[in-house]
């Protein structure tokens, strides 16, 4: 990190090839000018307040122009203005912990030709009802809570009484075990019985009784001792006993090693014959660790962590037998249609053939994959047991398991309410997995203050809402949802305190939501509060100067902070640089980064609940709002996604990413954990990421058009499962973050081609010699500083061509890579040592958040390769899917997981026109496919022949419009013609066409059997499929092309996530209806078949030679078309009883009225019309 150069204010500022801090460095921030900041109590440099502002202009003060834009970064510990004696040692604990805590409450912007700053939060919401009360830590920069006993007193380690909460203390012991305050060693357990409240805790500590030692058979007892593994503990005297104080069944080897004289170790240790760890057989001490068996050392971390699960036999093989022989019942019938031509309608048999060969075509495509479907089971007791179990790598039974970092995108608060994305944040911040390990980032796509505040309070209620899930194993962990559960709340809760404490956060939760509703409101009223008061003070300037009083005020109307300061972001009346186009990047560290050790809370009044054996940390939350610019493309969805890879690897680097949309929570808090099972199994380096299914609430019990979508979900994804894994969804999907960054796989993949399996392509492959490395071990090695022969060097100056110029990030690669392999054991070649992930991580600091900045610039992916082999690929409105094509491609695989209880579960659009515009958007996206170089045409040998077939399919299908819409109309022309698509309804034709679709039904059942769908699911489907083929899908092939031949940009508005005015009906957007014109290829379909319909009964009634096979083969035809289309014929509708009377009337009149013109302008054979000896009016 550089400082400006000249003279003036100076600022922190980001420097693109400099390390970050994290890595090693510290940052060298000169002190701020106090111009237009104060100094606090706590040492930090805050900005002026407006009344302060005002007395200093009366004053004659000078105030600069630009000071809402300008705020100076206050000395944090790490860097103090002047030397001396409180200047923070190295290695000082209250400099990281300070350091940190100045970030948390620093709000940080910056971007394209502008200066990095930090902009000091007083306050994020105008809300102080929420302060933390009572004594907090006296380490510079720290607001915790002083450690308490179990009767609310102060616990002092330290003879000089020196005030620190539990997180400090940890951090002081970690350093050298010395007080912040005295600078004195913390003085050990004998010294501790005479401090404050000594006596109470030696009186309750259990009575110890020393192990006796090892004996060995072996005559060198000696030498064996020599071999086995000791420890002693570094856990301090005073958290000993209060572990002893609050008690627990858990065996603590920590302990038992420093109290006695035990040995530990695998293989080599030899444990005591004593029945039990402390005070014998008898069972004394129950307390603490007494009477707790010894652990049994068994085959589970062996185990393996998944399984595969075929389908039945029974069930899989009438399946393909089926398939087969539709497959070769419909050559047959294709064969026949060709040779059999209807002369007397070629044109009417022509379109027929054209379609049926491509709809064969179509299902080809959809049913080969579908041929080897797979089951995938995970036993979480085994990954339990192997990275959070007490090990000799471990010996503190921390958690081993992975960092992960769980990515939001909003982008319009109006169509995504801020309620649903808290509710997300909330459901995250409460999941089951190491609170260490986890960090949770939120992008703003649209840098709104309104998300901003809203995330700041959702902050604040997780304090009380983490807690009082992890207390009562709360499930599911969205509060709106858990509150609007049906059913019995405490079935299943054992706790006494249960219905209290949920009485209090439930209204707690009111409250907050409350708040979250009268925010718009409470940023509209204080910033036209603010705005009136700038225009009070230019008018005074006005007068005062001397200028002419008729000149308008050139004051913009800007949306304002709680704290009094410009929003960095867009303005609610958009003004220069704070547009949704154009605004700068902004980072605020909501929650900090947790510490390593647990933080029990307590039983103080002051709390809501008491969490006195509850862990009361909460992950890192942040806001990120990447930089937005004119003249940039940035690359909607895809690219803020790509900002936030980039951030997070700067500030949390975990090595798995968790995508979500902001409407889809985490209604499983085990899920995350689900997916480290395959990805830390034995072969889960080559995964590139767990897709879950996408579950959906609010969906009308019919589904009527097919929102929850299971076909697609329980019965295509897991058939690819079973080939090299599902396509990418776009949410509920775990990435592995280097498959991310455009690496191979790590050990080269077996090439599926039909040169390889005909010819043995493979064979002569594998004669190139053995100690040939991959190109990803040259690179991940050349990222790590170890250079080899066959690599010469020009990978090592492609770096920045690929990543940007961020060295701070580059080094975070092979940290990621490392740190996401399994562990090492027999059969894992690419292994981890254990115990490698169980240290703290570093605390932010200013410098890296600076460094965060920097990569989320407008300006940062030029010239690299983001977006187009790094991150998510751009140039396709369906990125989620090119994503996953681009991995698939590379030769990774991905895998499905069907959690019992679902993952996640979100919203879906429920009414007509919004599900319409969904799946336009998609069909939209894979016609781009279709037209660019991720065409699975294109695929490279490393993807299996049938997953080229899956991804062909993807962008095929929506030309399958074309043809349906043909289809559809064909009998209706049937029916006007006189003719059909056959000749005559011989029993050829009608074999066929039984035989076509019986074997058609009998798949369903069978998929209905193996994938767990019901058979309504399934046929609501087929009709979506022509509903959607009939109206979306040909405006998405429309779309396509054009964006292809004549470069017309497609856009699209988002989905609004917000349900339908009246509250009282939870379905009340099923039945609005909002005209599209995509509803004109349907209704026009229907309104056709109807009339036809009429005139060809009318004509086949009044014809002197009636023909009824014909009229008989059309009206089939024309009744399967509006079957197929009646829901979108019920969605017109509107609600139920509500249509008006007239509308039945007027159709009925409207179809007589055309039947009878047909028969006028076409009369039957040997009629005269109207006026003739056919059919008269009387």
Do not use: E, H
């Given at each position: 990190m550089a400082a400006p150069s000249g003279s003036g204010p100076k600022s922190v500022r980001s420097g693109g090839g400099l390390p970050s801090p994290r890595m090693g460095q510290k940052p060298n921030v000169p002190s701020p000018v106090t111009g237009n900041t104060r100094r606090t109590m706590s040492g930090r440099y805050i900005s002026i307040s407006r009344e302060e502002q005002d007395q200093s202009i009366e004053m004659g003060g000078d105030i600069s122009a630009d000071f809402p834009y300008t705020v100076h970064i206050p000395p944090t510990p790490d860097n103090q203005p002047m030397s001396g004696s409180n200047t923070p040692r190295a290695g000082d604990p209250a400099a990281g912990k300070g350091g940190q805590q100045f970030v948390s409450s620093t709000m940080f912007t910056g971007g394209y030709k502008a200066q990095t700053r930090g902009h000091v939060m007083e306050k994020v919401t105008g809300d102080n009802a929420h302060h933390v009360r009572g004594l907090t830590c006296q380490v510079d920069g720290c607001d915790g809570k002083t450690m308490r006993d179990e009767r609310g007193e102060d616990v002092f380690p330290c003879e000089c009484k020196f005030k620190i909460c539990r997180d400090c203390y940890f951090d002081a012991l970690n350093a050298g075990g010395r007080c912040p305050g005295c600078k004195d060693e913390y003085k050990n357990d004998d010294d501790h019985q005479d401090m404050h409240g000594g006596e109470e805790l030696q009186s309750n500590l259990p009575e110890r009784r020393a192990l006796p030692g090892p004996t060995f058979d072996h005559e060198d007892s000696g030498k064996m001792e020599r071999r086995l593994s000791l420890l002693k503990t570094n856990k301090p005297p005073l958290l000993m006993s209060q572990q002893h104080q609050t008690g627990g069944d858990s065996f603590d080897h920590a302990r038992w090693l420093y109290e006695t004289k035990g040995t530990y170790g695998y293989g080599n240790a030899v444990w005591p014959k004593d029945d039990s760890y402390m005070g014998g057989g008898d069972g004394g001490g129950g307390n603490g660790m007494g009477g707790a068996p010894p652990p049994s050392f068994n085959d589970k971390n062996r185990r393996p962590l998944t399984r595969k699960l075929a389908i039945a036999a029974g069930v899989i093989s009438p399946y393909r037998f089926l398939a087969f022989l539709r497959l070769v019942v419909l050559g047959f019938f294709l064969t026949w249609r060709i040779q059999n031509p209807n002369k007397d309608a070629l044109w009417l048999w022509g379109m027929s053939v054209v379609c049926e060969i491509w709809f064969a075509f179509s299902w080809i495509l959809d049913q080969l994959p579908k041929l080897c479907p797979v089951n995938r089971s995970t036993d979480l007791s085994v990954l339990k047991d192997r990275f959070e179990k007490v090990s000799p790598e471990n010996p503190r039974g921390r958690s081993d398991l992975p960092g992960m970092d769980v990515f939001v995108s909003t982008a319009d608060p109006e169509k995504e309410p801020p309620l649903v994305t808290a509710n997300t944040i909330l459901s995250i911040l409460a999941a089951e997995y190491p609170i260490e390990k986890l960090a949770c980032y939120l992008s703003d796509d649209g840098g709104a203050l309104l998300s901003f505040e809203a995330l700041a309070e959702a902050a604040s209620f997780a304090r009380v809402w983490v807690p009082f899930c992890r207390k009562h194993i709360i499930e599911p962990r969205n509060p709106e949802s858990y509150f609007l559960t049906r059913g019995d709340p405490t079935k299943g809760k054992v706790r006494l305190d249960f219905v209290k404490d949920r009485r209090r956060v439930k209204r707690e939760y009111d409250e907050f939501k409350v708040r979250i509703n009268g925010l718009p409101d409470s940023i509209r009223r204080r910033s036209d509060a603010y705005n009136a008061h700038e225009e009070i003070r230019a008018k005074r300037n006005q007068i005062e100067t001397g200028a002419d009083p008729s000149q308008p005020l050139n004051v913009p109307k800007a949306t304002w902070m709680a704290d009094g300061t410009h929003w960095p972001g867009t303005w609610v009346i958009s003004g220069k640089e704070h547009s949704r186009g154009d605004h700068a990047g902004i980072i605020q560290v909501m929650l900090a980064p947790p510490g390593n050790e647990p933080i029990m809370g307590s039983a103080d009044e002051e709390n809501l609940i008491d969490t006195s054996d509850i862990d009361v940390r909460l992950s890192m939350l942040v806001y990120v709002s990447r930089e937005k610019r004119p003249g940039y493309d940035h690359n909607k969805k895809a690219g803020a996604m790509n900002a936030l890879v980039r951030t997070s690897a700067i500030m949390s680097n975990g090595p798995f990413i968790l995508n979500l949309d902001c409407d889809h929570y985490i209604y499983n808090s085990l899920a995350m954990r689900e997916a480290m099972c395959f990805m830390m199994d034995r072969g889960g380096d080559r995964i590139c990421y767990v897709q879950f299914p996408q579950r959906f609430e609010g969906v009308d019990p019919s589904d009527r058009y097919a929102n929850r979508n299971t076909v697609f979900f329980d019965v295509n994804m897991r058939a690819l499962d079973g080939l090299q894994g599902p396509v990418y969804v776009g949410t509920g999907c775990c990435f592995r973050r280097i498959a991310l960054y455009g690496f191979d796989p790590p050990r080269a993949p077996k090439e599926h081609s039909c040169w390889n399996l005909c010819c043995g392509g493979d064979k002569k492959k594998n004669r190139k010699k053995k100690g040939a490395k991959t190109k990803r071990e040259v690179e991940v090695a050349n990222l790590n500083g170890v250079h080899h022969e066959d690599d010469d060097g020009e990978s090592r100056g492609l770096l920045p061509k690929q990543y940007g110029q961020s060295m701070a990030f580059v080094t975070s690669i092979p940290v990621a890579e490392f740190s996401g392999r399994p562990l090492a054991d027999q059969g894992i070649t690419n292994g981890r040592p254990a115990g490698s992930l169980t240290g703290p991580r570093e605390p932010l600091d200013a410098a890296t958040v600076a460094e965060a900045i920097n990569v989320i610039s407008c300006f940062y992916e030029d010239k690299t390769e983001w977006g187009q082999r790094v991150g998510w690929i751009y140039g396709s409105v369906t990125e989620d899917v090119v994503t996953g094509f681009r991995m698939h491609n590379r030769g990774w695989k991905s895998i499905y997981c069907v959690t019992k209880r679902d993952a996640f579960r979100g919203t879906a659009p429920i009414n007509l026109t919004d599900r319409l515009h969904q799946v336009l958007r998609w069909a939209t996206g894979s016609v781009e496919i279709f037209f660019s170089r991720n065409n699975a045409i294109f695929a490279n040998s490393h993807m299996k022949i049938l997953q080229r077939v899956a991804y062909l399919n993807v962008g095929v299908y929506p030309f399958t419009s074309i043809f349906l819409i043909v289809y559809c109309f064909l009998p209706a022309l049937s029916l006007f013609s006189g003719q059909f698509?056959?000749?005559?309804?011989?029993?050829?034709?009608?074999?066929?066409?039984?035989?076509?679709?019986?074997?058609?039904?009998?798949?369903a059942i069978l998929e209905v059997k193996w994938s767990g769908i019901t058979l309504e699911e399934w046929w609501r489907n087929e009709q979506f499929w022509v509903i959607g083929g009939t109206s979306a899908h040909l405006a998405a092939v429309l779309q396509g092309l054009l964006k292809v031949v004549a470069g017309v940009d497609i856009s699209f508005t988002l989905t609004s996530k917000s349900g339908g005015d009246d509250i009282d009906d939870e379905f009340a957007d099923l039945y609005v209806v909002k005209w599209t014109a995509l509803m004109i290829p349907p209704i026009t379909i229907m309104l056709v078949n109807l009339i036809a319909i009429a005139v060809a009964v009318s004509r086949t009634l009044y014809s002197t030679i009636p023909q009824w096979s014909k009229l008989v083969g059309g009206v089939f035809f024309s009744i399967w078309v509006l079957t197929h289309l009646y829901p979108?014929?019920?969605?017109?509708?509107?609600?139920?009883?509500?249509?008006?009377?007239?509308?039945?009337?007027?159709?009925?009149?409207?179809?007589?009225?055309?039947?009878?013109?047909?028969?006028?302008?076409?009369?039957?054979?040997?009629?005269?019309?109207?006026?003739?000896?056919?059919?008269?009016?009387?």
């Open positions: 698509i056959v000749q005559s309804l011989n029993v050829t034709f009608l074999v066929y066409l039984l035989t076509i679709s019986v074997t058609l039904c009998l798949l979108f014929a019920k969605g017109l509708m509107g609600r139920r009883g509500r249509t008006p009377t007239i509308v039945f009337v007027w159709s009925g009149l409207l179809a007589i009225v055309i039947s009878l013109l047909w028969v006028t302008i076409s009369p039957p054979v040997d009629s005269q019309g109207l006026g003739g000896t056919g059919f008269q009016f009387p």
